[in-house]
């Protein structure tokens, strides 16, 4: 025999519907407010509840909700009844976690349902441990509770997906995510990685993103990587995008810990896309730290995926498909971003143009494959040889361009000598297994300040080239 928990504020429903339980053998306790009936379930928890979903006061819909959302409560089954069949009410029945949604009208139904549900020992509540005193005010206080907990999640939510609308790269969806973490909950550090496995189309690699105060970016470096399981790059000299993205701030921070982690995967429908984490300050993590935690890492899905698929977009209109170089339009674009962010970072600037000589023949003789080999092989030579200042592009063909930023004429010559040299040194490995030796014609143009236009440097320096080729190839001239 089971015990239920009738909840109905029309008596003829109470009284119908008692009868039918009790015939079918279960011990019913009829009740005629929610507020009630929450607080006798709190106080003594029933094998199952059967409310009405529309009652003056507190509905079914938030009886349910308050149910569900007890320790002492949670694992009851709850059916909420309505007089009709309508698919709103069977939408936020489910979303308020109510196990069954029966018409009255399906009187046979509920009793099958009711069986059903306590028949199981594992439907059964557990027995409550010291539940307490419950009282129609703290029944309020808690449905308000609930409320601003819902509204909070919701407005949380809300944020984090609002990301992948401004979120255009992913140190900007990062920032984004810092700034809204910052502003709701402290922490030692906050952590965001990336699966590169998980996102081959897009062809995104493993990075690590990371939030902390300056005097800790070793340490929450060392913690973030050991959280989420990102080993550090095998090259630290010249960094790349498998290193780590820092944030910092300078917000007073304990200096000492030994509260662990918490570590959430980042999903995006079946699959994991990345993950997130969050070292609590010393006090340890709070329940609203790892609800919030929970909500980013629910959330945040989405946004990454859209992050990654703007950033490969981005990399494939800027990006020469055989080389990987820069595309000539991207080579321009960047140029015209640095001078207006520095200009007295790039100047004296100073343009290498290189042509691959010969670069028919090979085609010709040897086929397209060997000719594309080779082409990669010089973008590989020169990308060897360019600082992380400079700028590399295929400029169409067998033409390749080399921006030198901060670099006057004098210094350049002795980079286009060391280019030139390393061009033909190199061997290039052709797809039939064969070695192919190549030199380039380098035409070599600078520019003391922002008085030059990027289009007339680089006309000066096509000249040089053409000049070069005219006087014997695998040389530099001058403009």
Not at 51 to 75: F, K, N, V, Y
Not at 450 to 462: F, G, S, V
Request: a negative charge; hydrophobic letters at 45%.
């Amino acid at each position: 025999m089971a015990r239920i928990l009738l909840v109905d504020d029309s008596a003829s429903a109470r009284a119908l519907l008692g009868v039918r339980l009790r015939d079918n053998g279960h011990e019913v306790v009829e009740v005629a407010h929610a507020s009630d009936a929450a607080e006798m379930a709190l106080e003594h928890p029933p094998d199952a509840v059967v409310t009405d979903l529309w009652m003056p006061g507190i509905s079914g819909l938030q009886l349910c909700r308050l149910l569900r959302a007890e320790p002492a409560t949670h694992h009851v089954p709850l059916v909420l009844l309505t007089a009709s069949d309508d698919r709103r009410s069977r939408f936020w029945a489910r979303n308020a976690g109510a196990t069954a949604y029966v018409t009255k009208t399906e009187i046979d139904r509920l009793t099958e349902v009711l069986s059903d549900l306590t028949s199981s020992p594992m439907t059964r509540p557990p027995p409550a441990t010291n539940p307490g005193v419950v009282t129609r005010g703290n029944v309020q206080e808690r449905l308000s509770q609930l409320l601003d907990a819902s509204l909070f999640d919701s407005t949380i939510a809300g944020e984090v997906r609002a990301l992948s609308q401004k979120a255009e790269e992913l140190e900007t969806l990062f920032e984004g995510l810092v700034a809204l973490a910052s502003d709701v909950a402290g922490y030692r550090w906050l952590a965001l990685s990336t699966d590169a496995a998980a996102l081959p189309q897009v062809r995104v690699k493993t990075r690590l993103f990371i939030h902390t105060h300056p005097d800790l970016r070793d340490a929450a470096e060392r913690e973030a990587r050991d959280a989420l399981d990102v080993p550090p790059p095998p090259e630290r000299r010249k960094p790349d995008e498998g290193d780590a993205y820092f944030l910092t701030d300078r917000r007073a921070v304990e200096a000492e810990w030994s509260t662990p982690p918490i570590s959430l995967p980042v999903r995006f429908g079946a699959s994991n896309i990345g993950h997130i984490a969050l070292a609590p300050a010393r006090r340890g993590a709070s329940h609203d730290d790892r609800r919030l935690i929970a909500l980013l890492a629910g959330e945040l899905g989405g946004p990454l995926r859209m992050a990654a698929l703007v950033a490969e977009a981005r990399r494939l209109a800027s990006t020469d498909t055989l080389t990987g170089l820069l595309n000539r339009r991207a080579f321009v674009e960047r140029i015209d971003k640095a001078r207006a962010a520095s200009e007295k970072q790039l100047f004296p600037i100073s343009v290498l143009l290189l042509d691959v000589d010969h670069f028919k023949k090979v085609n010709d003789t040897l086929g397209h494959d060997a000719g594309d080999a080779v082409l990669q092989g010089v973008a590989r030579t020169l990308s060897s040889i360019a600082r992380k200042s400079d700028f590399v592009a295929r400029w169409g063909g067998e033409e390749f361009v080399l921006a030198l930023t901060s670099t006057a004429e004098a210094g350049a010559r002795v980079a286009a000598e060391r280019v030139r040299r390393a061009i033909a040194d190199a061997r290039y490995i052709l797809p039939s297994g064969a070695e192919h030796r190549a030199t380039a014609s380098v035409g070599l143009a600078s520019a003391e300040s922002a008085e030059w236009q990027i289009d007339d440097l680089l006309a000066r320096a096509d000249k040089a080239m053409y000049a070069a080729k005219h006087r014997g190839r695998n040389r530099v001239e001058t403009a």
